[in-house]
């Protein structure tokens, strides 16, 4: 393939992945209002085996309870995602596939030097329209109010 038409699949439109992280982000909320859960922080996280990919999504979030006392007021424990509590990875099932299925396609399109171990600039592109889709997708469900408690 040529950089061309790699070029022209990077300018897709990533409606259906904002669509389907916004239907199953909006049923994971569900499912944690219905739990009784009252948390004040969520995030999605994209994960990988590797540094530069996006291979699978995980919910996470925390609750007031979940930080200790020693630590209530201090910013990074209640804002890091790295230090909350609650992670659960089989929310995300659809949008995973999806993931799945746009990370092969990127692969077919996309030859790279073997020996290479620096992302280049088709690899990055690749990478940031999958965060922004996800940061898409979250910034639209907290206009529409999802994340009010």
């Given at each position: ?18 669509n ?5 982000a909006r ?5 944690l ?37 020693e ?32 990370n ?26 999958l ?19």
């Open positions: 393939m040529t950089d061309t038409n790699l070029q022209i699949w990077l300018n897709r439109d990533d409606t259906e992945l904002i389907i992280v916004k239907s199953e049923e994971h909320v569900a499912k209002h219905a739990s009784d859960v009252k948390f004040y922080g969520y995030a999605i996280l994209p994960l990988s085996g590797a540094l530069y990919s996006a291979e699978y999504l995980v919910a996470a979030f925390n609750r007031e309870i979940d930080i200790s006392p630590n209530v007021t201090d910013t990074y424990y209640r804002y890091s995602v790295d230090e909350w509590e609650n992670y659960e990875d089989h929310e995300f099932r659809d949008a995973n596939k999806l993931i799945e299925s746009l092969s396609q990127f692969q077919q399109l996309h030859v790279k030097d073997e020996s290479s171990f620096l992302m280049d600039e088709f690899e990055i592109v690749h990478v940031e329209k965060h922004d889709a996800i940061l898409n997708a979250l910034i639209k469900l907290r206009h529409e109010g999802l994340f009010r408690s």
